[in-house]
């Protein structure tokens, strides 16, 4: 699977858009790009996930450049719940022969503050 | 999406000794897998199991150290085996979404202290 690169931190505002970058230059044409949030002391949650397109859903909001090197997850009006630490996770479409398996990096440690 | 349920949530035990940790899934699947996060750690993928045929383990990982059962599709185990202190770590389960393509659910996982 491809690697991924993010920042290990950024802060942001409560109510404000938190933008989460990552890089994945060497991303192949059947992999998806997905991002997974970890809260203190939980397991992993599912948050989108996309191929080439813009995708959102009531969660975020994933933009994924059109040479599909680098993504960013938006969260549109970030709460102190969202505090976490974010994965960005590049995985090989069904049928990949390493289908199924998640690598995780070392994600984003997001802060949100009053 | 799956509704993991895995136990125990916690434990502290002596070194030398085992722990089995159960994941239960109420619904079919057909891969599940298990990761460790040590402390301060990511997740690492320790193995996937299928129902009906053995795990297969990532690299730095051994049968021996962690036996894995899958004896259905709704259910599995692993086994940490002849604990060290360096085991001490959140171990977790996850299943595939339900439908293709969509995200992994993950338990919530096993926080084991070894001492």
């Known amino acids: 699977d491809a690697k991924t690169t993010q920042p290990p931190s950024m802060d942001c505002a409560e109510g404000r858009a938190a933008n989460l970058p990552c890089n994945h230059s060497?991303?192949?044409?059947?992999?998806?790009v997905y991002w997974y949030r970890q809260i203190h002391s939980q397991g992993p949650q599912y948050i989108i996930h996309?191929?080439?397109n813009n995708e959102t859903n009531e969660m975020a909001s994933l933009i994924i450049t059109e040479d599909r090197k680098s993504s960013t997850l938006i969260l549109p009006h970030a709460t102190l719940r969202d505090t976490a630490v974010y994965y960005c996770?590049?995985?090989?479409?069904?049928?990949?022969?390493?289908?199924?398996?998640?690598?995780f990096g070392q994600g984003t440690i997001l802060t949100v503050h009053p | 999406s799956a509704v993991i349920s895995q136990k125990p949530s916690r434990d502290i035990c002596q070194r030398g000794t085992s722990l089995t940790i159960q994941c239960q899934v109420d619904?079919?699947?057909?891969?599940m897998f298990w990761y460790r996060q040590q402390p301060g750690q990511s997740l690492t993928l320790i193995a996937t199991?299928?129902?009906?045929?053995?795990?297969?383990?990532e690299s730095g990982f051994v049968i021996d150290k962690f036996p894995i059962s899958r004896p259905n599709l709704t259910f599995s185990t692993l086994t940490v085996s002849n604990m060290s202190p360096e085991d001490s770590s959140i171990y977790l389960c996850?299943?595939?979404?339900?439908?293709?393509?969509?995200?992994?659910?993950f338990g919530s996982g096993t926080r084991l202290t070894v001492v």
């Open positions: 996850s299943v595939e979404g339900d439908t293709a393509n969509y995200g992994y659910t």
């Open positions: 060497t991303i192949s044409g059947n992999e998806y």
């Open positions: 996309g191929l080439k």
């Open positions: 996770i590049v995985r090989l479409r069904r049928g990949g022969t390493s289908y199924g398996k998640l690598t």
């Open positions: 619904s079919q699947v057909t891969m």
């Open positions: 199991a299928n129902q009906g045929s053995e795990a297969t383990y």
